[in-house]
């Protein structure tokens, strides 16, 4: 007997098929496709699928960057917050804020 499926997973099969596919290109080409990436506000996966006239997701996408932070990059931001450790939000609320620091110092720069 088969199990049957949440209906919450009904839409995953095609996703499950899919493959992730690394190229190895010069730094030139990587550079290339991440500008073009930016400029169009896209991800350079998307930016990959549009210079091949590949489809992309339309649905709207959250405006987002990501880092992936060890144990120890806690305990690094911890100690430089004066956060405990175990207080993961407050910190990811206080890179977000030097996040926007920086961008407001750039913008300042820039404008100059």
Do not use: H
């Amino acid at each position: 007997m088969s199990a049957r499926k949440p209906s919450r997973w009904q839409g995953s099969d095609a996703a499950i098929r899919a493959v992730q596919v690394a190229f190895d290109v010069e730094s030139g080409v990587l550079e290339a496709v991440r500008c073009a990436a930016f400029a169009d506000n896209i991800s350079p996966s998307d930016q990959i699928r549009k210079i091949l006239g590949l489809t992309t997701a339309s649905r709207p996408q959250r405006p987002r960057l990501t880092v992936t932070l060890t144990p120890a990059d806690y305990e690094a931001l911890g100690r430089k917050y004066g956060l405990n450790v175990e207080e993961r939000l407050a910190i990811k609320e206080r890179v977000t804020q030097e996040l926007i620091d920086f961008t407001e110092q750039t913008l300042k720069r820039a404008s100059k």
